[in-house]
């Protein structure tokens, strides 16, 4: 009799605490903020140079530079999470995204994700309890989009591309020989 049950998939990681959530979170936030602030003056500068016009933000254009930063946002999450699992603050921390049973973030899925990403800030940042005192450290996003948060250097060594590791890899083969018989 065949098991109706569909099979658990182990996961290759620990799951992402949060302490290195919250510091992800903040590169990709500084980079998100940084990127946008630089695009902005870059083209309003661009503005004054060749059409000598100057571009002075008002109160009453502020909805059009929000609306711009949450595009900007969306793109940048969705496209590191789509693409590889993890955004460029998720990288550095040593964190990937992927599917509560341990399946690869589809871009829909990511898409899904980082649409729902505002509801863990809502009600004072109650939906973000989970990455403290759940056993799989889920926000309120994860648990919504099914996505969990793991720990994933990658199946590399901890080594850097330097001479003497080029060295070292090259003679490794040799060193039986040098061997006393």
Known sequence: MKNSRPERVQIAGHYAGPVTRLGAVAVDF?????????????????????????ITPDRSEVGWWVLG???????YLWIGLGVAGRTPGKGIAGLRVVGKNG??????????????YPLSFALAGIGLLGALFGRHRRCLHDVIAGTCVI??????????????SRWLSQHENAAPMLAAP
């Open 69 to 75: 930063l949450v595009v900007w946002s969306f793109l």
């Open 103 to 116: 399946d690869p973030l589809t871009s829909g899925r990511a898409a899904f994700r980082v649409l729902v």
């Open 30 to 54: 500084g980079i998100i903020l940084g990127v946008y602030a630089a695009v902005g003056a870059v083209v309003r500068w661009l503005i004054s140079v060749f059409w000598k016009v100057e």
């Open 151 to 164: 720990y994933d250097w990658g199946g590399r060594t901890a080594e850097l591309n330097t001479p003497l």
